[in-house]
């Protein structure tokens, strides 16, 4: 079984629209492969952590944002 593809995430490619008729796809769970000739070739997963430091009196805040790419 493949994972990572969800039912919502297969359903929207389930049905297309050519232009004149609906037509209908057959469900289909993309592999990596198809990723790299589209010319995928990462998933990106970002991330902010905001902070409130507060020190004596002094209130501070600070956002650490934080990205990893992931090959495929």
Do not use: C, H, W
Not at 16 to 30: A, D, W
Not at 45 to 58: G, Q
């Amino acid at each position: 079984m493949k994972e990572g593809q969800n039912t919502t995430f297969i359903d929207s490619f389930m049905f297309g629209y050519n232009g004149i008729t609906s037509v209908s796809l057959p469900e289909k769970r993309f592999l990596e492969s198809d990723y790299l000739k589209s010319g995928v070739y990462a998933n990106k997963i970002s991330s902010i952590i905001d902070l409130v430091i507060i020190k004596d009196d002094k209130i501070t805040f600070v956002s650490v944002p934080s990205e990893v790419q992931v090959s495929v």
